[in-house]
Structures are given as structure tokens and as C-alpha cells.
């Protein structure tokens, strides 16, 4: 069987968006959102009590992240829920930490993970 790789040519869009998802992943508490955001859509409140920041540092980086056009509110009566802003997202951060295991193997035990 053989296996083919379509090699996209790195236009400044493609650098561009690059650049925003490696910001967005810069901060610990972005890359907990999105990783968290994978699973399921969610309310702001409940992912600052999952990832036991404050609502208003959650709601920055939120901001940040929709300013990368990583992810969506949707108005629910008063609140918003968000969610990842594209499907492909989900499956690419799941391949991102797979790679992750790869290059840095011994960085998650039992104890959770480092890397």
C-alpha cells in the first residue's frame, strides 16, 4: 500500500495562521482552553472552575483566542457558549500531542503531564 503527502506551499496566509495558533498555544492557560474545548463546548464559568483560574483572566484569553479565529461564542440567553472554531481543530490538537509524546516521551506519568 502506498502513501501519498500533498506538501502545501507556505503562502504568508498559511505563515500567518501558523503564527496565531503558536500564540494562542504560547500560554498554558490558552492551550488548557482549547484542549479542554476538544472534548465538548463549554461556558466560560465552567472552564475557569475546571481549569481554577478567574473568570476575567478566562474571559482574556478567550478574547485572545477568538481574536486568532480559534474559537466561537454562541450567545445562550445571557451567557455564550464556545466551542473549537473549526472541526479539523479537534483532530489536529489530538495529533499535536501524539507528537508531543513522541519528541519528549518521558514528559507525562502518572502523576499527569510536563510537556
Do not use: F, K
Not at 16 to 25: F, K, T, W
Not at 73 to 88: E, F, K, N, V, W
Request: proline fraction near 7%.
Amino acid at each position: 500500500m502506498y502513501s501519498w503527502r500533498v506538501t502545501l506551499t507556505a503562502s504568508p496566509t498559511h505563515t500567518a495562521a501558523v503564527a496565531r495558533l503558536g500564540h494562542a498555544l504560547s500560554d498554558p492557560t490558552r492551550a488548557a482552553i482549547l484542549l479542554a474545548l476538544r472534548e465538548t463546548p463549554a461556558y466560560p464559568s465552567d472552564l475557569a472552575d475546571e481549569l481554577g483560574v478567574s473568570r476575567q483572566l478566562l474571559s482574556n484569553h478567550l478574547a485572545c483566542l477568538r481574536g486568532c479565529g480559534l474559537v466561537e461564542g454562541i450567545p445562550d440567553g445571557r451567557r455564550s457558549r464556545y466551542h473549537l472554531a473549526d472541526p479539523h481543530l479537534a483532530p489536529a490538537l489530538d495529533e499535536l500531542m501524539r507528537v508531543m509524546l513522541i519528541v519528549e516521551p518521558d514528559c507525562c506519568d502518572s502523576d499527569g503531564c510536563t510537556c
